[in-house]
Nanobody
């Protein structure tokens, strides 16, 4: 029912910027807690950003704080991750995710995007 389609990944040099998009269908974005995860090769999945459905509670990993911003456009049913001042250590596959109430706390999300590769060269 709920489907997430990601885009916006690519290759960028150190210090550059990318904006990831995640278009949601089959559900209303405002009804879900949302999150962005990333997984680097050989590494465990890392929570990058998360927001409750009402947008009142947010989380950013220390490693990206001050550089990344999560947002959404309710009219377009789309969530975004703006990534600035990118570093080689940001290289990973990035995933958007949605979950019901409580997902923000449990970090367990029911619906996932297909992933988009972000590669930052040094």
């Amino acid at each position: 029912q709920v489907q997430l389609v990601e885009s916006g990944g690519g290759l960028v040099q150190h210090g550059g910027s990318l904006r990831l998009s995640c278009v949601v269908s089959g559900g209303t974005l405002t009804s879900y807690d949302r999150a962005w995860f990333r997984r680097a090769p050989g590494q465990e999945r890392e929570l990058v950003a998360a927001v409750t459905s009402n947008g009142r509670t947010t989380y950013l990993a220390d490693s990206v704080k001050g550089r990344f911003t999560s947002s959404r456009n309710n009219a377009k049913n789309t969530m975004y991750l703006q990534m600035n001042s990118l570093k080689p250590e940001d290289t990973a596959v990035y995933y958007c995710a949605l979950g019901g109430a409580g997902s923000f706390v449990t970090q367990q999300y029911a619906y996932w995007g297909q992933g988009t590769q972000v590669t930052v060269s040094s």
